[in-house]
């Protein structure tokens, strides 16, 4: 028996190494998808209240939908489904709705709530046999079909409504794991459905510590928290000692460059990451190549509709065919549930490589700091706090970067997270990280020579409290620490509600 799983692995891999040489990656074959998804699209929609009030039966091609259609967001789907919700029959799709996924960075019953009919559960376990395929190829002497796999989820469920169950994605797919990869898979189903932390951590542990594990995922904050659970727990120095095969990092929902030293110092050696740009919504960007000199490059999954609206100008929206190679882009995506013409909000940029279409995301809408026309992304505030973290030589865990008013002048005001023992400096920090700014950003560097921005602030506060409020916050499965912060008032009701600050605490 052991003999023959183990043939029908070695055939499984080779099938997803074949499988991935057919994937649509290429422009000219994505060009041609998107017009047969549009057309899948409208039939799936035809009879509902959604395609009525689009006015869908006046569209016929792909080129139509994108100029005439309108991109909508949450809030205008939002009427829809409550609807749905309340048990209304053909109103986004015409099936049935089988979940409920539940948006990230809110708790419970205050998150956006996506409607999951079988059409999207199946286009996201589609999506994974496609990571698995190109991860196939991209580590060929890893066969993912055999080697251990640490995935950490959320609670499948978290509440049940009108007959409907509730829970995060990463929960809800922990439940359709494929039976090839289920005996391989660590934690069970069974340990990922236990609710109070600690325990369902000890079941981790206990499951997953002699087996032979060679890839983890999950969000990068998740894994550091269980790598240190693991070596508390055993009283070793280091992640390779127990898992000494563990090579490969596939992670989603927050950029990787923030954590990866840490990681790969838990584990001992350096890991290959590979990024997934996946959302309540849909897995979007599928893993091109390793993430590798602090970019990561994704290709589109090509089940997903696409349009893109420009940043700058007049917020035209173009289909795949207008897009312009190494350009900023709004993203929007039409999606078997009924969220049709979808803003993500997400900006993202295109280049091709030996034609194959690929992308970075650049950054979300409304976020980065703008305080005196500087804009400055998302990508160089972390840019400039990890450079600073190297060139201190400091242990600095996290960061939250903020306005704040000093002598009637607009300016930058970090707040940086470090182990309690940890002595810093505040004053020479501010100063290193304005330099360092300064020297990343043209504009920022312009505002600061002529005074418009005044000079970089720094608050240095123990890493315990940043610990504390992950603790109170990680049943959720899927949170994602916060980073940027728009207004100073909006900082002060962050702080006050989520970051103890005893007297002392601050410099």
């Known amino acids: 028996?052991?003999?023959?799983?183990?043939?029908?692995?070695?055939?499984?891999?080779?099938?997803?190494?074949?499988?991935?040489?057919?994937?649509?990656?290429?422009?000219?074959?994505?060009?041609?998808k998107q017009e047969a998804n549009f057309q899948s699209l409208k039939r799936g929609l035809m009879g509902t209240r959604l395609y009525k009030d689009l006015r869908l039966s006046h569209i016929h091609t792909y080129e139509e939908f994108v100029a005439h259609v309108p991109v909508l967001g949450y809030d205008d789907y939002a009427p829809y489904v409550d609807m749905v919700v309340a048990g209304h029959k053909n109103i986004l799709f015409k099936d049935k709705a089988s979940d409920f996924g539940l948006s990230s960075g809110t708790s419970g019953k205050d998150s956006k709530r996506v409607p999951y009919n079988e059409r999207m559960i199946k286009m996201f376990l589609k999506s994974q046999k496609r990571v698995a395929s190109r991860l196939s190829v991209l580590e060929p002497d890893l066969n993912l079909l055999k080697a251990g796999r640490l995935t950490f989820g959320s609670?499948?469920?978290?509440?049940?409504?009108?007959?409907?169950?509730?829970?995060?994605?990463?929960?809800?797919l922990s439940t359709r794991v494929p039976k090839t990869l289920v005996?391989?898979?660590?934690?069970?189903s069974a340990?990922?459905?236990?609710?109070?932390?600690?325990?369902?951590?000890?079941?981790?542990?206990?499951?997953?510590?002699?087996?032979d594990i060679q890839v983890v995922s999950g969000i990068p904050t998740y894994i550091i928290s269980i790598f240190e659970a693991v070596l508390a727990k055993t009283?070793?120095?280091?992640?390779?000692?127990i898992w000494p095969n563990l090579s490969v990092f596939v992670y989603a929902a927050t950029p990787i460059k923030q954590y990866k030293d840490r990681i790969d110092r838990l584990v001992g050696h350096e890991l290959n990451y590979y990024g997934l740009y996946a959302a309540t919504e849909a897995a979007i960007g599928l893993p091109y190549s390793k993430y590798e000199n602090g970019r990561q490059q994704y290709f589109l999954n090509p089940d997903l509709l696409y349009s893109f609206t420009e940043v700058d100008g007049k917020k035209k929206n173009l289909g795949l065919h207008e897009i312009e190679m190494n350009r900023p882009y709004f993203l929007n995506i039409g999606t078997p549930n009924g969220f049709a013409h979808y803003s993500m909000k997400d900006v993202v940029?295109?280049?091709e490589i030996n034609g194959d279409l690929v992308f970075e995301f650049v950054g979300r809408k409304s976020t980065g700091m703008n305080l005196a026309a500087?804009?400055?992304?998302?990508?160089?505030?972390?840019d400039c706090y990890l450079r600073t973290k190297n060139s201190s030589n400091l242990d600095l865990r996290h960061f939250f970067l903020s306005p704040t008013m000093e002598g009637g002048k607009a300016a930058y005001h970090w707040t940086l997270f470090s182990p309690s023992h940890t002595q810093a400096d505040a004053a020479a920090l501010a100063t290193i990280l304005d330099?360092?700014?300064?020297?990343?950003?043209?504009?920022?560097?312009?505002?600061?020579?002529?005074?418009?921005?005044?000079?970089?602030?720094?608050?240095?506060?123990?890493?315990?409290?940043?610990?504390?409020y992950f603790e109170q916050n990680r049943t959720k499965g899927q949170f994602k620490m916060k980073t940027t912060f728009e207004t100073a008032e909006e900082y002060i009701r962050f702080m006050a509600a989520n970051i103890e600050e005893p007297a002392g605490a601050l410099q």
């Open 235 to 241: 009283g070793r120095k280091s992640i390779r000692e």
């Open 183 to 188: 005996q391989n898979t660590y934690p069970s």
């Open 349 to 351: 940029q295109f280049t």
């Open 374 to 382: 500087e804009k400055v992304s998302d990508d160089e505030i972390l």
């Open 435 to 468: 330099e360092d700014m300064q020297a990343i950003n043209a504009d920022y560097r312009d505002c600061r020579e002529v005074g418009v921005l005044g000079p970089a602030r720094v608050r240095v506060i123990s890493a315990d409290y940043l610990q504390k």
């Open 155 to 172: 609670d499948p469920y978290l509440y049940t409504h009108n007959g409907y169950k509730f829970g995060y994605i990463s929960g809800i």
């Open 1 to 32: 028996m052991f003999a023959v799983n183990t043939v029908i692995r070695s055939l499984g891999n080779k099938y997803l190494q074949t499988y991935s040489s057919f994937m649509t990656i290429k422009r000219t074959d994505l060009l041609e």
């Open 191 to 211: 340990v990922l459905a236990i609710s109070n932390w600690d325990k369902k951590i000890e079941m981790l542990i206990e499951e997953a510590l002699n087996q």
